[in-house]
T-cell receptor, first 110, second 118 residues
Framework: EDKVVQSPLSLVVHEGDTVTLNCSYE??????LLWYKQEKKAPTFLFML????IEKKSGRLSSILDKKELSSILNITATQTGDSAIYLC??????????FGTGTRLTVIP | DTGVSQNPRHKITKRGQNVTFRCDPI?????LYWYRQTLGQGPEFLTY????????KSRLLSDRFSAERPKGSFSTLEIQRTEQGDSAMYLC????????????????FGPGTRLTVL
């Protein structure tokens, strides 16, 4: 059975801190790994990773995939209160749908 | 606004009633997906369309659920004889394979329809 596990389940940090969110997966026919940010609405696309070891970066957010370890990390530097959200990891397989983890709830305190 | 749109945003209904939700995908996207999300969980796949063809349905999609995409543009999801367990956020997403098959995985979500069954 396909599985996507995210850790930690929740995290509370102070503004300015750097955080690392983890995602590990066990799926058949892996094609891609995606990160989404979800506030009180629909998930917002952040990154799609397909190749191991190549970092994707957008502002203070970056992510990298390790296909050998079947995992990915999402880093957020200099966190701001606006980063407070649930961060979802999803894996795209040959089945044409995305398989999501339960998410990491990040709270950034001023 | 050129993103995915969904209507209504909220729906409260009584057990046993039928409800229908609509999704309008990003215009150039030929794939459309429906997901369901309950509190504390990630979205779970229900079904997807390529153009007007429904190509896959999850085991979560019971006989009371039906989805259509008649002209390959907007889609509707109908739930008949709603049950309290149907209460959830129903999310629609769309994607395009213009950049190759892998780009189908890059799915963009709408704001969702939150269904509450009393």
């Amino acid at each position: 059975e396909d599985k996507v596990v995210q850790s930690p389940l929740s995290l509370v940090v102070h503004e300015g801190d750097t955080v690392t969110l983890n995602c590990s997966y066990e799926v058949t026919n892996f094609r891609s790994l995606l990160w989404y940010k979800q506030e009180k609405k629909a998930p917002t696309f952040l990154f799609m990773l397909t190749s191991s070891g190549i970092e994707k970066k957008s502002g203070r957010l970056s992510s990298i995939l390790d296909k050998k370890e079947l995992s990915s990390i999402l880093n957020i530097t200099a966190t701001q209160t606006g980063d407070s959200a649930i961060y979802l990891c999803a894996v795209g397989t040959g089945a044409n749908n995305l398989f999501f983890g339960t998410g990491t709830r990040l709270t950034v305190i001023p | 606004d050129t993103g995915v749109s969904q209507n209504p945003r909220h729906k409260i209904t009584k057990r046993g009633q039928n409800v229908t939700f609509r999704c309008d995908p990003i215009s150039e996207h030929n794939r459309l997906y429906w997901y369901r999300q309950t509190l504390g969980q990630g979205p779970e796949f229900l079904t997807y369309f390529q153009n007007e063809a429904q190509l896959e349905k999850s085991r979560l999609l019971s006989d009371r659920f039906s989805a259509e995409r008649p002209k390959g543009s907007f889609s509707t999801l109908e739930i008949q004889r709603t049950e309290q367990g149907d209460s959830a956020m129903y999310l629609c997403a769309s994607s395009s394979g213009l950049a190759g098959a892998i780009s189908y995985n890059e799915q963009f979500f709408g704001p969702g329809t939150r269904l509450t069954v009393l």
